[in-house]
Protein backbone atom coordinates (compact mmCIF):
# COMPACT_ATOMS: atom_id res chain seq x y z
CA UNK A 1 0.00 0.00 0.00
CA UNK A 2 1.11 3.50 -0.44
CA UNK A 3 1.63 6.13 2.53
CA UNK A 4 2.97 9.75 2.35
CA UNK A 5 3.95 11.53 4.94
CA UNK A 6 4.65 14.73 5.96
CA UNK A 7 6.82 15.02 9.11
CA UNK A 8 6.55 19.04 9.69
CA UNK A 9 3.00 19.85 11.43
CA UNK A 10 3.80 23.30 11.25
CA UNK A 11 6.40 25.67 9.98
CA UNK A 12 6.46 29.64 9.78
CA UNK A 13 8.43 31.85 7.45
CA UNK A 14 9.19 35.47 7.28
CA UNK A 15 7.99 37.44 4.65
CA UNK A 16 9.59 37.68 1.15
CA UNK A 17 11.92 34.56 2.98
CA UNK A 18 11.85 31.21 1.18
CA UNK A 19 10.18 27.77 3.37
CA UNK A 20 11.04 24.00 2.12
CA UNK A 21 8.22 21.65 2.98
CA UNK A 22 9.16 18.08 3.27
CA UNK A 23 7.12 14.74 1.79
CA UNK A 24 8.26 11.43 1.91
CA UNK A 25 6.12 9.03 -0.25
CA UNK A 26 6.33 4.99 0.26
CA UNK A 27 5.19 2.98 -3.10
CA UNK A 28 6.20 0.15 -5.31
CA UNK A 29 4.74 1.18 -8.84
CA UNK A 30 6.81 3.14 -11.36
CA UNK A 31 4.11 4.93 -12.81
CA UNK A 32 2.55 7.64 -10.55
CA UNK A 33 1.92 11.64 -10.10
CA UNK A 34 2.90 13.80 -7.02
CA UNK A 35 0.91 16.83 -6.31
CA UNK A 36 0.89 19.70 -4.09
CA UNK A 37 -2.37 21.11 -2.67
CA UNK A 38 -3.17 24.68 -0.86
CA UNK A 39 -6.38 24.41 1.47
CA UNK A 40 -6.28 28.54 2.79
CA UNK A 41 -8.89 28.91 5.66
CA UNK A 42 -11.39 29.23 3.17
CA UNK A 43 -11.15 25.39 3.02
CA UNK A 44 -10.69 25.27 -0.56
CA UNK A 45 -8.93 22.38 -2.00
CA UNK A 46 -6.30 24.41 -4.60
CA UNK A 47 -4.24 22.65 -6.48
CA UNK A 48 -0.08 24.15 -6.53
CA UNK A 49 1.83 21.92 -8.14
CA UNK A 50 2.15 18.22 -9.81
CA UNK A 51 4.75 16.05 -10.96
CA UNK A 52 5.15 13.06 -12.70
CA UNK A 53 7.40 10.15 -11.85
CA UNK A 54 8.56 9.96 -15.53
CA UNK A 55 9.88 13.17 -15.88
CA UNK A 56 13.47 14.08 -14.55
CA UNK A 57 13.03 17.76 -14.36
CA UNK A 58 11.82 19.16 -11.24
CA UNK A 59 8.59 21.06 -11.43
CA UNK A 60 8.10 24.94 -11.34
CA UNK A 61 5.11 26.83 -11.27
CA UNK A 62 6.51 30.65 -10.41
CA UNK A 63 7.41 31.03 -6.81
CA UNK A 64 6.39 27.18 -6.27
CA UNK A 65 8.80 24.18 -7.04
CA UNK A 66 9.61 20.92 -5.98
CA UNK A 67 13.05 19.10 -5.35
CA UNK A 68 11.70 15.45 -6.63
CA UNK A 69 14.38 12.84 -5.57
CA UNK A 70 12.63 9.51 -7.22
CA UNK A 71 15.33 7.14 -5.51
CA UNK A 72 14.94 8.60 -2.17
CA UNK A 73 10.68 8.76 -2.71
CA UNK A 74 10.97 12.41 -1.32
CA UNK A 75 8.85 15.25 -3.00
CA UNK A 76 9.71 18.64 -0.98
CA UNK A 77 7.85 22.14 -1.90
CA UNK A 78 10.26 25.27 -2.30
CA UNK A 79 8.33 28.29 -1.91
CA UNK A 80 9.81 31.60 -2.56
CA UNK A 81 9.76 35.02 -1.95
CA UNK A 82 6.68 34.11 0.43
CA UNK A 83 4.02 36.34 0.23
CA UNK A 84 1.08 36.63 3.24
CA UNK A 85 -1.45 34.81 0.90
CA UNK A 86 0.72 31.52 1.33
CA UNK A 87 -0.50 31.10 4.69
CA UNK A 88 -2.63 27.65 4.40
CA UNK A 89 -2.29 23.92 5.16
CA UNK A 90 -0.22 22.34 2.59
CA UNK A 91 -0.75 19.04 1.92
CA UNK A 92 1.38 16.36 0.01
CA UNK A 93 -0.91 13.89 -2.41
CA UNK A 94 0.18 10.54 -4.42
CA UNK A 95 -1.11 8.88 -7.20
CA UNK A 96 -0.88 5.53 -8.69
CA UNK A 97 -1.17 6.19 -12.62
CA UNK A 98 -3.00 2.99 -13.02
CA UNK A 99 -6.03 3.64 -10.39
CA UNK A 100 -8.10 6.26 -9.44
CA UNK A 101 -7.23 6.70 -6.16
CA UNK A 102 -5.51 9.97 -4.11
CA UNK A 103 -3.58 9.09 -1.38
CA UNK A 104 -2.75 12.33 1.18
CA UNK A 105 -0.64 13.19 3.70
CA UNK A 106 -1.30 14.85 7.33
CA UNK A 107 -0.74 17.95 5.90
CA UNK A 108 1.80 20.99 7.14
CA UNK A 109 -0.12 23.86 8.65
CA UNK A 110 2.47 27.23 6.80
CA UNK A 111 2.42 30.39 8.42
CA UNK A 112 3.78 33.66 6.30
CA UNK A 113 4.58 36.36 9.33
CA UNK A 114 4.74 40.45 8.09
CA UNK B 1 -18.32 26.78 -15.40
CA UNK B 2 -18.83 26.64 -11.90
CA UNK B 3 -16.69 23.44 -11.40
CA UNK B 4 -18.06 21.17 -8.75
CA UNK B 5 -20.61 22.11 -6.56
CA UNK B 6 -21.53 20.94 -3.07
CA UNK B 7 -24.50 21.28 -1.29
CA UNK B 8 -25.34 21.74 1.90
CA UNK B 9 -22.43 24.12 2.91
CA UNK B 10 -23.20 22.95 6.63
CA UNK B 11 -25.41 20.60 8.45
CA UNK B 12 -26.07 19.75 11.96
CA UNK B 13 -27.41 15.57 12.50
CA UNK B 14 -28.54 14.04 15.14
CA UNK B 15 -27.47 10.53 16.12
CA UNK B 16 -29.33 8.12 13.52
CA UNK B 17 -30.44 10.74 11.29
CA UNK B 18 -29.97 10.26 8.18
CA UNK B 19 -29.10 12.59 4.31
CA UNK B 20 -27.65 13.56 1.49
CA UNK B 21 -24.36 15.41 0.34
CA UNK B 22 -24.94 16.64 -3.14
CA UNK B 23 -22.22 17.04 -5.63
CA UNK B 24 -22.11 18.26 -9.07
CA UNK B 25 -19.27 18.99 -11.98
CA UNK B 26 -19.41 20.81 -15.56
CA UNK B 27 -16.57 20.03 -16.42
CA UNK B 28 -17.42 16.90 -18.15
CA UNK B 29 -15.35 14.43 -16.14
CA UNK B 30 -15.86 10.51 -15.96
CA UNK B 31 -14.28 10.01 -12.42
CA UNK B 32 -15.57 11.53 -9.10
CA UNK B 33 -14.92 11.08 -5.46
CA UNK B 34 -16.10 11.46 -1.87
CA UNK B 35 -13.68 12.67 1.07
CA UNK B 36 -13.43 13.27 4.41
CA UNK B 37 -11.31 15.27 6.34
CA UNK B 38 -10.57 15.38 9.77
CA UNK B 39 -8.48 17.07 12.13
CA UNK B 40 -4.68 15.59 11.69
CA UNK B 41 -5.62 13.27 9.36
CA UNK B 42 -5.45 14.77 5.89
CA UNK B 43 -7.93 13.51 3.52
CA UNK B 44 -9.37 10.30 2.96
CA UNK B 45 -11.10 8.66 0.21
CA UNK B 46 -14.44 7.31 1.39
CA UNK B 47 -15.67 6.11 -2.27
CA UNK B 48 -14.86 6.57 -6.40
CA UNK B 49 -16.88 6.69 -9.17
CA UNK B 50 -14.33 6.06 -12.12
CA UNK B 51 -17.10 6.75 -14.64
CA UNK B 52 -20.81 6.88 -14.98
CA UNK B 53 -22.79 3.52 -13.43
CA UNK B 54 -19.84 2.11 -11.82
CA UNK B 55 -18.99 2.77 -7.67
CA UNK B 56 -15.99 1.86 -5.91
CA UNK B 57 -14.64 1.66 -2.16
CA UNK B 58 -11.94 3.94 -1.34
CA UNK B 59 -9.95 3.98 2.46
CA UNK B 60 -13.33 4.65 4.62
CA UNK B 61 -16.63 3.32 3.46
CA UNK B 62 -18.36 1.78 6.56
CA UNK B 63 -21.36 4.03 7.35
CA UNK B 64 -21.40 5.35 3.75
CA UNK B 65 -23.66 4.41 0.63
CA UNK B 66 -22.96 6.38 -2.79
CA UNK B 67 -24.92 6.95 -6.14
CA UNK B 68 -24.12 7.99 -9.47
CA UNK B 69 -26.89 9.33 -10.92
CA UNK B 70 -25.70 10.70 -14.13
CA UNK B 71 -22.15 11.93 -15.38
CA UNK B 72 -22.45 15.13 -13.32
CA UNK B 73 -23.98 13.91 -10.25
CA UNK B 74 -22.28 11.69 -7.39
CA UNK B 75 -24.79 12.05 -4.08
CA UNK B 76 -23.34 10.29 -0.93
CA UNK B 77 -25.82 9.43 1.78
CA UNK B 78 -25.42 8.88 5.30
CA UNK B 79 -28.18 6.50 6.57
CA UNK B 80 -27.71 6.33 10.07
CA UNK B 81 -25.60 9.52 11.28
CA UNK B 82 -23.02 8.69 14.09
CA UNK B 83 -21.12 11.25 15.75
CA UNK B 84 -17.52 9.67 14.56
CA UNK B 85 -18.64 10.71 10.76
CA UNK B 86 -18.52 14.40 12.11
CA UNK B 87 -15.99 15.51 9.49
CA UNK B 88 -15.85 18.28 6.44
CA UNK B 89 -16.59 16.28 3.46
CA UNK B 90 -15.07 17.10 -0.37
CA UNK B 91 -16.47 16.19 -3.63
CA UNK B 92 -13.69 15.97 -6.46
CA UNK B 93 -13.85 15.17 -10.01
CA UNK B 94 -10.80 14.05 -12.11
CA UNK B 95 -10.37 15.30 -16.17
CA UNK B 96 -7.14 14.26 -18.15
CA UNK B 97 -6.01 17.48 -19.84
CA UNK B 98 -3.61 17.58 -22.53
CA UNK B 99 -0.74 16.34 -22.15
CA UNK B 100 -1.76 13.54 -19.52
CA UNK B 101 -1.90 14.62 -16.67
CA UNK B 102 -4.11 13.66 -13.87
CA UNK B 103 -5.66 16.35 -11.64
CA UNK B 104 -8.67 16.39 -9.60
CA UNK B 105 -10.63 19.62 -8.84
CA UNK B 106 -12.42 20.15 -5.36
CA UNK B 107 -15.56 21.22 -4.44
CA UNK B 108 -15.86 24.17 -1.61
CA UNK B 109 -16.95 21.27 1.03
CA UNK B 110 -19.83 20.33 3.83
CA UNK B 111 -19.44 20.78 7.33
CA UNK B 112 -21.13 17.76 9.01
CA UNK B 113 -21.68 18.23 12.79
CA UNK B 114 -23.43 15.04 14.49
CA UNK B 115 -24.51 15.61 17.79
Known amino acids: AQTVTQSQPEMSVQEAETVTLSCTYD???????LFWYKQPPSRQMILVIR??????QNATENRFSVNFQKAAKSFSLKISDSQLGDTAMYFCAFMNGNTDKLIFGTGTRLQVFP | NAGVTQTPKFQVLKTGQSMTLQCAQDMNHNSMYWYRQDPGMGLRLIYYSASEGTTDKGEVPNGYNVSRLNKREFSLRLESAAPSQTSVYFCASRGTLAGGYNEQFFGPGTRLTVL
Open chain 1, 51 to 56: QEAYKQ
Open chain 1, 27 to 33: TSESNYY
